[in-house]
């Protein structure tokens, strides 16, 4: 009480107090709203048109601090890139999983995703240990084309730009999410999560089969009620990730080509790569069917065609010049998968002829390729076929409107310590995007899996009835 009276009725303490308000409200009057990036004001304007043209929506759905979030104390950076920043977040938007169920991906503009910025990422981002916002995702049992990443890698085609993937486990405990492949996991029993904000993914993009020897695993009952999210090829996933996309062709990537002369100048018609024989997709059954009526070239190890399995380019160079038909069968019919054979294909000079349980015309352009789905026998889709193949303006018809289509598949690519390289695959591009997005928005998406092995069941693979 003594102290109290005594330093409250001193002058000196008086004056201190008034020099203390002053103070307060001087620097008060500099931080208001506008904040820090007040003082560089013509910077932040001139770039502010694309930001507000672009708001409206954006703002609606994002919490704004996080937005903006630890960038700012970095905002000539900041608005150096915040032009593609923002032109690509309202792409993300229209991108984001809401939109995809809607529509049709090959329409969609995806091109924010297929080109990663060129735009390098300040250094804080790999060394500032502390950077809160930064969001790790970790392929705990990675898929087998995700390369061992020790370092944290940014997903640099990512709207969101603080989520960084690593195949290191040492960072458990700091992962916003952790990524299983469930075709490789042989985990039996569950480790503990870190933290209870932790999301669990489990991943594929091939349908569950009897010969994964392991796929009981995440089926027991200590993998229920764990996992959160669920990210497949099928179209009921939390987040859809498929092998491939089809996408309309760019500008920059719609060349003059003579596409009558590229056409006229294959010697050969139908081709097939067959390497597994005895599929439950009787694949090869429903080629002799229709070798009855027209004559394909089969490759692999099913066909007397031989071509080195190592040799992937050259076989696709080879076909590219040489078939006017492809047939990309897959190994088995089920509901939503469609498999690399058709997506990794398409982008060549020919035209696809698939078979499967996936909803084709739902991801590929109707016109561009034929379906065995759409014909009653083997001997209609022969017919069919032979027409498509003697009658130039229909193949050209179908060929042109491809030609406007390209698509994109896994394309590696290895990322040096702190040298930001893109990654050109889809996964990156779009799924691993999305779980981005989620993880800067868990309370939109909180879930979880109570029974994993049902939603497996849900949807089956199935023997094909069209062997006629
Ligand atoms: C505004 O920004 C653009 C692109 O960053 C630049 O070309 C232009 O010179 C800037 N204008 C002013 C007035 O600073
Ligand atoms: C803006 O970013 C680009 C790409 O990272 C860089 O080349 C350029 O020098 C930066 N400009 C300024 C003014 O910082
Ligand atoms: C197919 O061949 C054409 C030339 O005839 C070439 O322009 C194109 O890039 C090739 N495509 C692939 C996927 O190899
Ligand atoms: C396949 O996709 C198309 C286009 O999205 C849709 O209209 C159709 O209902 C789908 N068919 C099935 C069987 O799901
Ligand atoms: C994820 O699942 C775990 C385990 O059931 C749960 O505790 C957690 O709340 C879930 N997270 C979200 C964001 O839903």
Request: glycine fraction near 4%; proline fraction near 4%; include cysteine.
């Amino acid at each position: 009480m003594y102290f109290f009276c005594f330093g409250f009725f001193s002058s000196a303490y008086r004056k201190f107090i008034v020099v203390l308000v002053g103070v307060i409200v001087i620097l008060a009057a500099f931080y208001r709203v506008p904040g820090p990036w007040f003082d560089n004001h013509h910077q932040y304007l001139n770039g502010s048109d694309q930001y507000l043209r672009g708001s409206d929506q954006y703002l609606r759905d994002r919490v704004f601090s996080r937005v903006l979030g630890p960038k700012f104390d970095n905002h000539h950076q900041y608005l150096n890139g915040s032009d593609q920043y923002l032109r690509g977040s309202d792409q993300y938007l229209r991108g984001s999983d809401q939109y995809l169920r809607d529509r049709v991906l090959y329409d969609t503009d995806l091109s924010e995703y297929i080109h990663a910025y060129n735009y390098k990422l300040p250094s804080e981002y790999h060394t500032d240990a502390s950077y809160k916002e930064r969001k790790i995702l970790l392929w705990y049992v990675p898929p087998r084309y995700v390369n061992s990443t020790p370092h944290l890698q940014p997903l640099t085609a990512c709207p969101d730009r603080n989520c960084f993937t690593t195949t290191n486990t040492a960072y458990m405990k700091d992962a916003a999410a952790v990524l299983f492949n469930a075709q490789i996991m042989q985990i039996q029993k569950p480790m503990p999560r870190p933290k209870s904000q932790q999301i669990w993914i489990l991943h594929d993009t091939e349908p569950e089969k009897p010969d994964w020897s392991h796929s009981v695993t995440f089926r027991t009952p200590p993998w229920w009620n764990l996992f959160n999210w669920t990210m497949f090829y099928r179209e009921d996933s939390d987040i859809f990730a498929s092998y491939g996309i089809v996408r309309r062709k760019l500008p920059s990537e719609l060349y003059n080509r003579d596409l009558d002369a590229i056409v006229k100048a294959k010697p050969k018609k139908f081709v097939a790569l067959i390497s597994h024989c005895g599929t439950e997709g009787k694949r090869l059954e429903y080629i002799q069917l229709l070798q009855k009526h027209i004559q394909i070239d089969i490759y692999g190890g099913c066909g007397p065609l031989k071509w080195s399995r190592s040799d992937d380019k050259g076989f696709m160079h080879m076909v590219n010049s040489t078939y006017k038909f492809y047939l990309a069968f897959e190994n088995s019919f089920c509901d939503d998968y469609i498999s690399e054979k058709a997506y990794r294909y398409y982008k060549a000079d020919f035209i696809l002829v698939v078979r499967g349980g996936g909803n084709y015309t739902r991801h590929i352009p109707a016109g561009t390729f034929i379906d065995t789905r759409d014909f009653k026998t083997t001997k209609d889709l022969a017919d069919h076929l032979r027409f498509l193949d003697t009658n130039h303006d229909a193949y050209m018809k179908m060929f042109r409107k491809k030609d406007l289509y390209t698509s994109e598949t896994e394309a590696l690519k290895t990322v040096h310590g702190n040298t930001v390289v893109w990654i050109h695959y889809q996964f990156e591009s779009r799924a691993l995007c999305e779980v981005c997005y989620r993880l800067n928005h868990l309370q939109k998406y909180s879930k979880t899996i109570e029974r994993i092995d049902k939603w497996f069941d849900k949807r089956l693979c199935y023997f094909p009835d069209d062997l006629k």
